[in-house]
């Protein structure tokens, strides 16, 4: 019974070591700032706005994965004023790692925006700039036969705003 006991404690000692190790790699070996165009580029093609991420942006590791961002700005729509839609000075989100690997669920920790700056227009022909999309479907999706694959659900555990300013 000892041996078993000390052969778990073993285990479970060299997984945390191995967990420590690899945050301690992604730290040093993995800089989130090579990734600054492949993200306005992606908010880009989803959304038809301008993402610009002025400041840095830095991984956290520990005790769940996430990133922080300096000032970052998101552009308005087509056909609206040439001002910011939304301007952050930083802001911060984490995703726990566990059930996404077991359940495939992307959990969003707490998202923090401190100097949030968000204008929202509304235009006399009913379109408005927090509108995403060109049309809104009132039918739900359809289940894929493919269960399998994929991401299975997705969750906020909250937003943290603080010194923001929201003007309508």
């Known amino acids: 019974m000892k041996t078993l ?9 060299a997984v945390v070591l191995v967990g420590i190790l690899l945050g301690i790699a992604v730290q040093i070996l993995v ?4 990734y600054r165009d ?16 002025e400041g840095d942006l830095s991984l956290q590791t520990f005790p769940c994965c996430g ?17 910011h839609f939304l301007r952050v000075e930083n802001a911060a989100i984490s995703v726990r790692l566990l059930p996404l690997i077991i ?15 968000l204008i929202l227009i509304s235009r006399a022909d009913g379109s408005a700039n927090w509108e995403f ?3 809104i479907d009132t039918d739900p999706p359809e289940p894929d036969d493919d269960s399998g694959s994929g991401v299975s659900g997705i969750g906020v555990a909250g ?8 003007l309508y």
């Open 133 to 135: 999309g060109d049309s």
């Open 159 to 166: 937003v943290h705003i603080s010194e923001g300013r929201i």
């Open 38 to 53: 492949e993200i306005s580029t992606a908010v880009a093609d989803a959304t038809g706005r301008t993402l610009t991420i």
């Open 103 to 117: 359940r495939q669920e992307v959990l969003i920790g707490d998202i923090e925006l401190d100097g949030l700056d």
């Open 67 to 83: 990133l922080r961002l300096g000032p970052l700005e998101l552009s308005n729509p087509p056909g609206f004023p040439d001002t």
């Open 31 to 34: 800089d989130p700032n090579d």
């Open 5 to 13: 006991i000390r052969w778990t404690g073993i285990l479970i000692g």
